[in-house]
């Protein structure tokens, strides 16, 4: 059973950080990259960071770039998102998603962040 659990969100005041973690279980995680995703109430989905199935490739939507950092430990399964300088405007559900390179993708359920003083 394919599972993406979430973890490490919360509420944090402005200019805190926060670390995200996304367990990865019943699927050869090192195949697969990994992506962070956010949505904000009333607002659309967005990407937030991607990361290569090695690890040596990342990519960051220009709000977050110089402030979250994501990384990932195929050992463990996991993908992390590192978050310092937080803003009231990074408050959204995030969540974790693993793409295959022949297509298949799964999403896990996300994690609440709120920044807010």
């Known amino acids: 059973q394919v599972q993406l659990v979430e973890s490490g969100g919360g509420l944090v005041q402005p200019g805190g950080s926060l670390r995200l973690s996304c367990a990865a279980s019943g699927f050869t995680f090192s195949t697969y990259d990994m992506s962070w995703y956010r949505q904000a109430a009333g607002k659309e989905r967005e990407l937030v960071a991607t990361i290569s199935r090695t690890g040596g490739i990342t990519n960051y939507v220009d709000s977050v770039k110089g402030r979250f950092t994501i990384s990932r430990d195929n050992a463990k399964n996991t993908v992390y998102l590192q978050m310092n300088s937080l803003k009231p405007e990074d408050t959204a559900m995030y969540c974790c998603?693993?793409?295959?390179?022949?297509?298949?993708?799964?999403w896990g359920q996300g994690t609440q962040v709120t920044v807010s003083s």
């Open positions: 998603k693993a793409t295959s390179t022949w297509g298949r993708s799964y």
